[in-house]
């Protein structure tokens, strides 16, 4: 599982003999930089993995010519190659003749975009397609296309379940392990240019030189690959390393020692990104601890790095015990307000849902309500709520879902908001927080590495299908044969809508177990503080199910603009999949599908322990295409899945039936 997608296993006989004439060649740019070889490299290993030949590199147009054309060249014209519309990063592929000579021209204004195309001609030929008639376009609507690491300085990664932190800081900057440019390789065939080395819950210890020059040794490492190195910021370094009494951000001196310490990283690493922060949510510092708006802090910040180029992803994950009486209110009503108030290099960066990476949640109320601001979308690529490595559930499907909604603001869907529509050139972006470790196979299962997968092509390109990101994954994993890439992408699709069957139907949401969030615990009601309980968030009892966000309840509906609002308020017009999220109802209450509520719920934890049994055959059906190693290894994780649908079910079930004292409807499984 070590070369995740880019594996460049040999195509099918006829279809290599086919490529093989047509790739014969590659003509890099004149005068070509880093990255337009890294690029060249790569479609010599690419190639020599799917066709056993490399192509040589000329300098002379022959037949079969990868012709590598950057802005400003003659022959892109000749080639019927437009590069207007593509910005920076994108590029054309398309089949021409130069000269009368059969070439591929890659065109595309930067190297990095020649890069970027690069990897779409491997990526097309990695799911047997022909090339004779080749003509496509491709650029990111996002600028930031980002990951978070939640890595912490020992080596441990917090809700990371696959093996330790990929960043040795104990050896660099000495030793540069070449495992880094393989991520970067796998970071930039999907599109993803940067990358936030540690924890939001971050120590500010990365911020000394000691720790720079380890930072400025893997941002060495990623340049060549287009990807920018970004560190979490903790709020309170001037304090902890820079021997100050106070941060507070209306202080000059607490202002000049940011300045300070973005010099000195600027230094080091002049392409350095900007800073990721998490203020004044779960314990950690920031500008409320001196009466300040996150507005102030993040401003403060962002004039530090603003000569520099850099920019601030600053948190709206706000999390405190301010609004207990619903969690799911606090980050509209901490930065609603601040709506325009924040620097042009500053990026406000929300999570897809108010609460916290759920199996579902409705989209995040912020997005289309902050118009004058710049939104970020984060979202999780770790499994912390999913089931972790073991359990299949392809995020695919939840990104697209959370992409495509209609916020119902003039903006529009969420993926409009977050590409900044109607806003100028302004910042935009995507985080995932990675679920990368240094496990042989970096995600902990074959099945997670779809996740990363799929992460970066929507973080590039928001309307592709979830579903043929799934195809794609499936055919460069394992085969490109359509026997192999059906039953997987099957997998794929029905995998995350199992999750939710068996563990959160119908709306619910945080039944995980206490801290580890690995496990059921519905039942668990007397932690310290009342949002931590699962039972805060259910509110069964003997009459009915669900937490009341309407007007009756804590009127959370109201931060959405007025016709989704109006659609969440009603339970009428609340899809089945989201009702318990905003209503508390009756356990006889009729669901869309004339069911009772009592009896879909029942009904959907049966199907999500089903659903878990259909992955299984499925995957039987793929043996003869899959490598006996990565094919055992998720046949047994499918085993685990099984075996903790069925937990997750029982457990439920017989949980919310000791609260209803409803008897089980006829025909669901009884509790093992
Ligand atoms: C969740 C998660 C924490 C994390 C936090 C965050 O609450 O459990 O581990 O620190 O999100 O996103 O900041």
Redesign the pocket.
């Known amino acids: 599982g070590f070369r995740l997608w880019l594996r460049y296993a040999p195509l099918a006989e006829a279809e290599a003999a086919a490529i093989r004439p047509a790739l014969t060649a590659i003509m890099l740019p004149p005068e070509p930089g880093p990255v337009a070889a890294v690029a060249a490299a790569e479609l010599e290993r690419g190639l020599a993995g799917m066709v056993g030949r490399a192509p040589i590199r000329t300098t002379r147009l022959q037949a079969g010519t990868i012709l590598m054309l950057r802005e400003g060249d003659p022959r892109l014209r000749e080639a019927g190659v437009d590069l207007r519309g593509l910005g920076d990063e994108g590029f054309v592929l398309r089949s021409a003749s130069v000269g009368s000579v059969p070439v591929t021209v890659i065109g595309a204004r930067t190297e990095q975009g020649l890069l970027y195309g690069s990897f779409g001609l491997l990526r097309h030929l990695g799911q047997g397609r022909a090339i004779d008639v080749l003509d496509l376009r491709s650029a990111p609507k996002v600028r930031l296309r980002v990951l978070n690491h939640?890595d912490n300085l020992d080596g441990h990664v917090?809700?990371g379940y696959a093996g330790d932190s990929l960043w040795d800081w104990w050896l660099l900057p000495d030793w540069r392990d070449p495992r880094l440019t393989d991520y970067a390789r796998a970071n930039a065939s999907i599109g993803i240019n940067g990358t936030v080395l540690n924890n939001?819950?971050a120590s500010a210890e990365i911020l000394t030189p000691r720790y720079l020059e380890k930072v400025a040794a893997i941002a060495d490492m990623l340049r060549p690959y287009g990807i920018k190195v970004y560190l979490s910021a903790r709020f309170s370094a001037p304090i902890e390393i820079g021997g100050l009494q106070s941060a507070d951000p209306v202080d000059p001196a607490v202002g000049r020692w940011w300045a300070q310490t973005a010099n000195r990283i600027y230094a080091r690493i002049p392409d350095f990104g900007g800073f990721l922060v998490?203020a004044n949510?779960?314990g950690q510092p920031g500008p409320g601890d001196y009466g300040r708006s996150h507005a102030e802090g993040a401003n403060m910040l962002a004039r530090a790095l603003a000569p520099h180029g850099g920019v601030v992803m600053w948190?709206a994950?706000v999390?405190s015990e301010t609004d207990a009486a619903d969690r799911a209110k606090q980050a509209y009503a901490e930065f609603q307000p601040l709506d325009g108030r924040f620097d042009d290099n500053v990026i406000v960066q929300v999570?897809n849902g108010a609460i916290?990476?759920q199996p579902r949640e409705p989209f995040h109320p912020l997005f289309g309500a902050m118009p004058q601001t710049p939104l970020m979308l984060e979202l999780q690529i770790t499994k912390?709520y999913l089931g972790f490595a073991t359990h299949i559930a392809y995020l695919g499907t939840l990104f697209e879902e959370v992409l495509d909604t209609d916020t119902g603001h003039p903006a529009g869907t969420v993926a409009d908001v977050v590409a900044g529509s109607g806003q100028g050139d302004r910042l935009t972006g995507i985080a995932g927080?990675a679920n990368i470790g240094d496990d042989r196979d970096w995600s902990g299962s074959t099945f997670n590495q779809a996740n990363w997968y799929a992460f970066g092509r929507l973080a590039w390109d928001a309307a592709l299908p979830a579903d043929e990101i799934a195809r794609e994954w499936a055919a460069q994993t394992f085969s490109p044969r359509a026997e192999a890439i059906a039953p997987v992408t099957d997998i794929l699709m029905m995998s995350r809508e199992a999750v939710v069957d068996y563990m959160t139907p119908l709306g619910l949401a945080h039944l995980m177990a206490t801290d580890h969030?690995y496990g059921p615990g519905p039942w668990v009601g007397d932690l310290a503080r009342p949002e931590w309980n699962p039972t805060y968030y259910h509110r069964a009892d003997r009459e009915g199910i669900g937490f009341d966000r309407s007007v009756t309840g804590s009127n959370a509906v109201s931060q959405y603009a007025p016709a989704v609002a109006r659609r969440f308020g009603d339970p009428a017009t609340t899809p089945d999949n989201l009702l318990l999220w905003f209503h508390h109802l009756p356990w006889d209450h009729r669901l869309s599908t004339g069911e009772t509520l009592w009896a879909g719920l029942i009904a959907r934890y049966d199907r999500g322990v089903a659903r878990v049994a259909e992955m299984d055959r499925l995957w039987s059906r793929t043996r003869p295409f899959v490598d006996a190693e990565r094919h055992a290894k998720t046949a047994t994780f499918l085993d685990i899945q099984a075996n903790e649908a069925r937990w997750w079910r029982d457990a439920s079930v017989a949980y919310f039936q000791s609260v209803s004292e409803l008897p089980l409807p006829p025909g669901a499984a009884p509790p093992a």
């Open positions: 939640w917090e809700r939001v819950n998490k949510s779960e948190r994950f999390y999570k916290d990476f912390e927080v969030h």
